[in-house]
């Protein structure tokens, strides 16, 4: 082909693509920023909620306006009280920042059907409130390990964790495969209702990506229904930023005024070796 056909194809290309485009000036609506506000209840660790706001996803990042150091923050159940203080330590290890914290305490009395509320008012007047009630965690009742032959190069092995749902209620899980031995990364991060086993035994993998010698920590949660449908819907709109091709999705939040989670997090978790 010669050099002046090429030339012409190109130049035609590139004319025929501009005329394709088309400028479209899109009339959005003015931005509200909201109260955001994390906190998970667990057993012998210390209560902390993460308390930012909302920010422009059009506008210029403002990273020192996200997180807010002038909120009242109050936890209570049973008659019990609790303002939480700021707290200015980022969790490095975790990449998170819990900017409130229980001062001089680490964890709260934790019992089967108590109701736990949390109360949140900024500077500017916003409140958010949220509430949760704890249920006692479900045990795994064994691990088994299992050898799969994949050729004569290689056998696979996977742990499988085995637990018995209560058939009298309806269930929701979520199931962590943390490996220890490799800076406490997640190999699996699953979470599921009981709908398809309700009062059967069930088991559950840690996937193949571990190797012989690494520590495993396997972690069964016993979560309820509003973390199950923020854990859902927080997922589909995460696979919704950026596709052109995915329905807008919204996350649903237990957070009255504002958005975020609030939940307990009943767990029973072993640690094993693989061989």
Same mark, same amino acid.
């Given at each position: 082909?010669?050099?002046?056909?090429?030339?012409?194809?190109?130049?035609?290309?590139?004319?025929?693509?501009?005329?394709?485009?088309?400028?479209?000036?899109?009339?959005?609506?003015?931005?509200?920023?909201?109260?955001?506000?994390?906190?998970?209840?667990?057993?012998?660790?210390?209560?902390?909620?993460?308390?930012?706001?909302?920010?422009?996803?059009?506008?210029?990042?403002?990273?020192?306006?996200?997180?807010?150091?002038?909120?009242?923050?109050?936890?209570?159940?049973?008659?019990?009280?609790?303002?939480?203080?700021?707290?200015?330590?980022?969790?490095?290890?975790?990449?998170?920042?819990?900017?409130?914290?229980?001062?001089?305490?680490?964890?709260?009395?934790?019992?089967?059907?108590?109701?736990?509320?949390?109360?949140?008012?900024?500077?500017?007047?916003?409140?958010?409130?949220?509430?949760?009630?704890?249920?006692?965690?479900?045990?795994?009742?064994?691990?088994?390990?299992?050898?799969?032959?994949?050729?004569?190069?290689?056998?696979?092995?996977?742990?499988?964790?085995?637990?018995?749902?209560?058939?009298?209620?309806?269930?929701?899980?979520?199931?962590?495969?943390?490996?220890?031995?490799?800076?406490?990364?997640?190999?699996?991060?699953?979470?599921? %209702? /009981? #709908?398809?086993?309700?009062?059967?035994?069930? *088991?559950?993998? =840690?996937?193949?990506?571990?190797? +012989? !010698?690494? &520590?495993?920590?396997?972690?069964?949660?016993?979560?309820?229904?509003?973390?199950?449908?923020?854990?859902?819907?927080?997922?589909? %709109? /995460? #696979?919704?930023?950026?596709?052109?091709?995915? *329905?807008?999705? =919204?996350?649903?939040?237990?957070? +009255? !005024?504002? &958005?975020?989670?609030?939940?307990?997090?009943?767990?029973?978790?072993?640690?094993?070796?693989?061989?």
């Amino acid at each position: 082909m010669k050099k002046s056909t090429l030339y012409i194809i190109l130049f035609s290309g590139l004319l025929f693509s501009s005329c394709l485009q088309k400028q479209i000036d899109l009339q959005l609506p003015p931005f509200h920023s909201q109260l955001v506000v994390e906190g998970y209840l667990e057993k012998n660790k210390p209560v902390q909620i993460a308390v930012s706001q909302t920010s422009n996803f059009f506008g210029t990042p403002d990273l020192t306006a996200v997180f807010l150091k002038k909120a009242t923050v109050v936890l209570s159940y049973r008659g019990t009280v609790d303002t939480l203080v700021f707290n200015p330590f980022p969790d490095f290890k975790h990449n998170k920042w819990f900017n409130y914290h229980l001062k001089n305490s680490d964890s709260i009395p934790l019992k089967n059907n108590v109701t736990y509320y949390l109360w949140v008012k900024d500077s500017t007047g916003r409140i958010v409130t949220a509430q949760t009630m704890w249920r006692d965690s479900v045990n795994i009742d064994s691990i088994k390990e299992i050898y799969t032959v994949v050729n004569k190069f290689r056998t696979d092995t996977v742990m499988r964790a085995y637990f018995k749902d209560n058939g009298a209620t309806t269930d929701f899980y979520r199931f962590r495969a943390i490996n220890h031995s490799r800076a406490d990364s997640v190999r699996v991060d699953n979470f599921f %209702a /009981d #709908n398809l086993f309700n009062g059967e035994s069930f *088991s559950l993998s =840690t996937g193949r990506k571990f190797h +012989k !010698g690494d &520590t495993c920590d396997i972690v069964l949660y016993h979560i309820d229904n509003d973390f199950f449908t923020f854990l859902n819907t927080a997922r589909d %709109a /995460d #696979n919704a930023n950026g596709n052109p091709f995915a *329905s807008p999705a =919204t996350i649903i939040s237990n957070i +009255k !005024g504002g &958005t975020g989670i609030f939940t307990c997090m009943p767990e029973c978790n072993r640690r094993v070796v693989f061989k």
